[in-house]
């Protein structure tokens, strides 16, 4: 450091962390004094001295571009304000008064909510919502409200500036009336508060208009941006992540079928608890559309894949609580598709995490190639310039097909090679060739013994040792080879040694042979005067100096010859003698080789010349010197380097690594700029490289519609010993049939029969006898073979471990694969096998119970050495499997579609069909009552038991169409029950009706579901006859009964007529009758009798779920099976009518009769004042209209009176001491 008075460096810059540069030039300044310093200290051609220059680029480039920002934000502040200094300071201001007015109507909205009461009253409507419910008192409001909110928290963020903006506010109080709302039960005082609340909320920001951004004070950059068409606040509060979520979200709340209905509806918020209680007993992780909403504002969801597994969640708790065959159950299926399906375009391709391993390995490959190949030492030559010259075939090994460099070289253009253990077997042949064939001290010796010492170091770089790839491959270290080494050095040794002294023995015979030859010439020669330097034409020439010498051939350049010897003969010639540098195009060498710019070789030809042939002077300089040093007074042309002996007997090529010419009387300076090494191609490279192109091109000529093939590692069978093997059976750890290496452990691809797709076997055993081959081992199965729900999803290539193990031909095998843990498949795949054939396996399927488990992972083998492993390439990152839906979803939705569809078709058939008979005037089949009921009441009477059938009625639209319908028990039950509950619940939506029919079948006995099945399963064959009837009819015959449609409950007897065959006598009471009305049969149930109507053997009573339909339609054969109705299990509401709940809790076994009928029957019109509640709760959907009757209630007491006469005339209709 003494040659810089003023030094620098960048751990210096200690002014830059204390912020004491004022200005930017200050900086700059102290930066190029420490540039300057490094510059003038270091050669020009050094490393520091190129990274110096670049950063000095750098910076320059970095001052123009902060000098250009500054200019923009200078006219920025001239637009918004007229002096253009104080820019800065006017926008902290618009900042600060932005961020006041933000602020201040937060607290305006928050004083809203905080100030309002209920009108009337004058109770503040917020007292319940300033502090979240204890966890004391109310421990399951934690368990339901993931995220609890109250006033108090909105206040305490809005004073401490923790609020973005007034969007982020307004979330919470939407999330603060979300969670009253689901907590408590809608009409409740706390539900009603927060409905008022959030309107109150809602009118009093657009009473305030829109937000400060969009007023006059937002600053003047912000006003441009507007008028450019940028939207600020879209870019501040959605992110890309946001806008994806939210695409997903939107796609699925508005999805609506073909006639429509928006499927999300049902989905949008949990049923309360007071509904469904055994909802929250069934479904351990509720879940719906409002929670999840409230997450993705709250920023919870990092990915897609997140919110699509609350989305998922939710779907699976709809058709876990709900039947298969229910409306909820299809919707969640469909809108489970529509997720998926939206997940895959937003993301688009999910094949695209995984890396191709294939490429990875060849790109491996192709580094380590060029790294070995292009290797040099510290002059910048390659080691494998000397190796070019070795023979492709090695004389002791004949048989062995011929391998070069050049050929690898090849290999590896063409990715033919898979496996980097094959790749380094094939490099360490040539380089141990090279050894072989060659003297230990030999240039090409120590640049193979380099080249492989530097391909194990470039290897272990690029695997890490194992974690990037596993390979065989890596067990040959560096200890290895100096090991190897060793062992040929020591073997060599002693031969080099004998054959360097008979080397020089013959070489001391023929210099004997020389100086005889010389003496007998003549006597001059004997006569010799040396000296140190001699003159020729104005010149003078020292030992050491280097000269061009006449060439013997007049094309030829001059030779360049080292002076090592100079003399007078007695003749006063003078002579010369030297070592001869050979050009490079005076050796022998291959068209391959590089050369260093203006290189020579020193040789072993050494001889004498006369001085008189000496054409002038030049320079051949030692390579460590050559670069840095120039000799003074000769030009460039005639300076030469020298790093490598060349010797003529051998034709080889070895560096020299100490210079021992004599020294010259040339005075060297060191150069201004050391030069850079350039090697440049040999004079032969042209005219080979011509031919190598024909070369080529003959060769792809012939390779024209031929796949490239992949290079093979040698294997051999392994065989084993098996301590319990059968007799006759030779059993093998590794083996080959049909082409195709097997190991054990090896996974295989097996022919199955009826299946989409080939099954997974695993081979644990392999053993050949009487010539065939077989393996044994467990069988893996596609998720199509499995029994599951249809939401579930699965990985993709996922396959499960069954309880199925089999002893298979090999003739079976189509192909090898991989099955990896869930662990493995997220890290690494194996080299050889394609991404198609590996698949992921994380749980056991057993076939018993229907149910997968997750287990610990597949068995592993301890195999011979014998065995090739495989090898494995480790992912940089993990990679993120990505799931699919069950290949059942898409199934399942078609076939609940097709039901529906059905369903639908035969409502509106059913629909027009009474439409049609509704204006028909034929008189009836079926007798009529004497009574003056027609005229007086309009009974709503129940569904009839047939309607023209869909495949007949609109032919003309449907011809051909074959589509059928699995009748079940629940669409049966759905059809019967469902215009109950409408009729109970007039303004529930389709969804909740669907959800309420399903929990009335769940809460069904299983005595009564059994008793739909089978009324399912007659429906469901009368259909049958009716499509077979129907291909051979082309109409019914009119007034033909077709069978009863799906879903229809028959209809009851007309009132009284229990046999229709009699006709009821009015105002008669047979002698014999029990005068207690509604009293059972000696030992029968009172649960099985309606009130007041008792049937005959054989005959069912109606359901007390009244229908629709005209009264004037025929009577079909009623089922012979009763239909009895027993009380509920347990205390839950009962969707049926007060009149049936009335009667179910008269039901007593202390009483022998089923009501107080002496009321009954003592009660009268007059006597009975009803308030507007009750009137209200009368089941006037019984009926119509009210006909003649003035009130709906004088209408039902009218039907009271005729039911209870009917039921008192049963003695004239049937004989009931019978029953």
């Not at 200094?85 to 902290?92: E, H, I």
């Not at 409306?327 to 375009?345: F, G, M, N, P, S």
């Not at 010349?609 to 002038?616: F, M, Y």
């Not at 007034?1039 to 229990?1058: D, H, R, S």
Request: glycine residues 4%; neutral net charge.
């Amino acid at each position: 450091m003494k040659m810089l008075e003023n030094s620098f460096a960048m751990c210096n810059l200690t002014k830059l962390k204390n912020h004491e540069y004022e200005t930017l030039d200050q900086l700059e300044a102290d930066l190029n004094l420490m540039f300057e310093n490094a510059k003038r200290y270091n050669v020009p051609n050094s490393a520091i001295y190129k990274r110096v220059l670049k950063m000095q680029q750098v910076m320059q480039a970095k001052k123009k571009e902060l000098a250009r920002r500054d200019d923009i934000e200078d006219g920025d502040s001239m637009i918004s304000s007229a002096t253009s200094d104080t820019g800065s300071s006017k926008r902290k201001r618009y900042a600060l008064l932005k961020k006041n007015i933000r602020k201040q109507r937060m607290k305006i909205l928050y004083n809203a909510v905080l100030e309002a009461r209920e009108p009337g009253t004058g109770r503040r409507l917020c007292d319940l919502f300033m502090v979240k419910p204890s966890k004391k008192d109310y421990p399951d409001y934690y368990k339901i409200i993931l995220e609890p909110m109250d006033l108090k928290m909105i206040e305490h963020n809005i004073r401490n500036d923790k609020y973005v903006g007034e969007e982020a506010m307004i979330e919470d109080m939407k999330l603060m009336f979300r969670n009253a709302r689901h907590y408590n039960e809608e009409g409740s005082q706390v539900y009603n508060d927060a409905h008022m609340l959030e309107k109150i909320l809602k009118e009093k920001r657009k009473e305030l208009g829109p937000l400060a951004e969009d007023d006059d004070v937002a600053s003047p950059k912000l006003k441009l941006s507007r008028k450019s068409g940028i939207s600020p606040k879209k870019s501040k509060y959605m992110t890309p992540m946001q806008q994806k979520l939210n695409e997903v979200y939107e796609a699925v709340k508005n999805y609506t079928d073909k006639r429509g209905r928006r499927l999300s509806a049902i989905f949008l918020r949990l049923p309360s608890r007071s509904e469904l209680p055994d909802y929250y007993v069934t479904i351990k992780k509720p879940v719906d559309m409002e929670k999840i909403r409230s997450h993705m504002m709250a920023n919870k969801y990092q990915d897609i894949d997140s919110m699509v597994e609350d989305f998922v969640m939710m779907f699976n708790n709809a058709c876990t609580y709900n039947e298969p065959e229910s409306l909820i159950y299809k919707d969640a299926l469909v809108l489970h598709k529509v997720l998926l399906e939206t997940r895959r375009e937003i993301e688009g391709d999910e094949d695209s995490h995984v890396p191709n391993v294939t490429l990875l390995i060849q790109e491996l490959i192709h580094n380590l190639f060029v790294s070995v190949m292009s290797h040099q030492d510290d002059e910048g030559r390659c080691y494998s310039d000397s190796l070019a010259e070795i023979p492709a075939v090695d004389p002791n090994f004949p048989n062995k097909p011929p391998l070069t460099f050049d050929i690898i070289r090849k290999n590896v253009e063409n990715n033919r090679y898979r496996r980097l253990d094959l790749f380094q077997e094939n490099m360490f042949e040539v380089l141990e060739r090279a050894r072989r064939m060659n003297r230990t001290d030999s240039e090409i010796y120590e640049d193979a013994v380099e080249l492989q010492q530097f391909f194990i170091k470039i290897r272990d770089e690029l695997c890490k040792n194992g974690e990037i790839l596993l390979s065989p491959a890596l067990s040959y270290t560096t200890k290895h080879l100096h090991n190897d080494v060793e062992k040929e050095k020591k073997e060599k040794l002693p031969k080099e040694i004998e054959e360097d002294k008979l080397k020089r023995e013959e070489e001391k015979r023929e210099a004997e042979k020389s100086e005889d030859s010389s003496g007998s010439a003549g006597l001059s020669s004997l006569h010799r005067t040396y000296s140190q330097d001699c003159s020729f034409k104005n010149s003078m020439y020292h030992v050491g100096d280097y000269v061009y010498v006449e060439p013997a051939e007049a094309n030829l350049q001059p030779h360049i010859v080292c002076i090592e010897r100079l003399w007078e003969d007695s003749a006063g010639e003078k002579w010369l003698y030297g070592c001869w540098f050979y050009r490079p195009n005076e050796t022998f060498h291959l068209a391959t080789r590089k050369f260093l710019e203006k290189e020579v070789f020193k040789s072993d030809y050494y001889n004498k010349v006369p001085v008189s042939k000496i054409l002038g002077k030049c320079v051949v300089m030692f390579v460590k010197e050559y670069f840095k040093l120039c000799p003074e007074n000769f030009r460039d042309e005639d300076v030469y380097v020298c790093e490598s002996r060349y010797s003529a007997k051998t034709k080889s090529f070895k560096k020299i690594k100490l210079w021992t010419m004599p020294v010259s009387s040339v005075r060297f300076v060191p150069r201004d700029v050391p030069l850079p090494v350039v090697r440049v191609a040999s004079v032969f490279a042209n005219t080979d490289k011509v031919d190598e192109e024909k070369h080529t091109e003959a060769l792809e000529d012939s390779k024209v519609g031929e796949s490239i093939l992949h290079l093979e590692k040698d294997k051999e069978d392994v065989p084993v010993e098996m301590s319990n093997g059968e007799p006759g059976c030779h059993y093998f750890e590794q083996l080959c049939y049909n082409d195709m290496w097997l190991k054990v452990g090896d996974c295989v691809f097996i022919k199955s029969h009826g299946l989409v797709r080939p099954r997974v076997g695993r081979i644990e055993k392999m053993w050949v006898r009487d010539g065939a081959a077989y393996f044994f081992g467990p069988i893996f199965i596609h998720p199509e073979e499995t029994e599951h729900e249809p939401t579930k999803m699965f990985y993709k290539k996922e396959v499960f471990l069954s309880n199925l193990e089999e002893t298979c031909p090999m003739t079976c095998i189509l192909g090898k694969c991989v099955v990896l843990s869930f662990k493995d498949f997220l890290s690494c795949r194996p080299t050889e096998i394609s991404e198609n054939d590996v698949f992921l396996c994380e749980s056991r399927y057993n076939e018993s119970d229907k149910q997968m488990k997750k287990f610990k992972g597949l068995k592993r083998f301890s195999l011979s050495a014998k065995v090739v492993d495989d090898e494995i390439y480790y992912f940089r990152k993990p990679i993120v499997p990505q799931k699919e839906p069950s290949p059942l979803l898409e199934k399942k939705i078609q076939q609940l579609e097709a039901k529906f569809a059905e369903l639908e078709g035969g409502d509106e058939d059913m629909e027009e069909m009474g439409e049609e008979e509704g204006d028909m005037t034929e008189t009836p089949s079926m007798p009529q009552l004497q009574t003056p009921l027609a005229s007086e009441l309009d009974i709503m009477p129940y569904t009839p038991p047939q309607s023209t059938p869909k495949s007949v009625k609109g032919s003309t639209k449907k011809e051909g169409s074959k589509r059928k319908i699995n009748m079940s028990g629940y669409i049966l039950f759905s059809s019967e029950m469902r215009a109950v509950i409408k009729a109970q619940h007039p303004d529930y939506s389709f969804g909740e009706l669907s959800r309420l029919v399903g929990t009335e079948w769940r809460n069904l006995e299983a005595t009564k579901k059994a008793e739909y099945e089978e009324r399912a399963a007659k429906v469901a064959e009368q259909q049958e006859r009716e499509r077979a009837a129907q291909q051979q009819n082309s109409s019914p015959r009119a007034g033909t009964p077709v069978g009863a449609l799906m879903g229809v409950v028959p209809p009851p007897t007309p009132m009284g007529m229990l046999n229709q065959q009699l006709t009821p006598v009015a105002g008669v009471i047979g002698q014999n009758v029990s005068p207690m009305v509604g009293t059972p049969a000696p030992g029968a149930s009172p649960f099985g009798q309606q009130i007041g109507i008792l049937g005959p053997p054989g005959q069912q009573a109606p359901p007390p779920y009244p229908g629709q339909s005209p009264a004037s339609q025929p009577v079909m054969q009623q089922p012979t099976t009763p239909m009895f109705v027993s009380p509920p299990p347990k205390t839950q509401r009962l969707l049926h009518s007060e009149a049936y709940l009335k009667y179910i809790e008269g039901l007593s076994a202390e009483s022998n009769s089923i009501s107080k009928w002496d009321q009954t029957l003592a009660a009268r019109r007059r006597d009975v004042h009803l308030s507007k509640e009750q009137e209200s709760r009368l089941p006037s959907h019984w009926l119509k209209s009210k006909g003649a009757h003035t009130t709906m209630a004088d209408a039902l007491w009218r039907l009271r009176d005729l039911m209870l006469r009917d039921t008192l005339n049963i003695r004239q209709a049937y004989n009931i001491e019978n029953v």
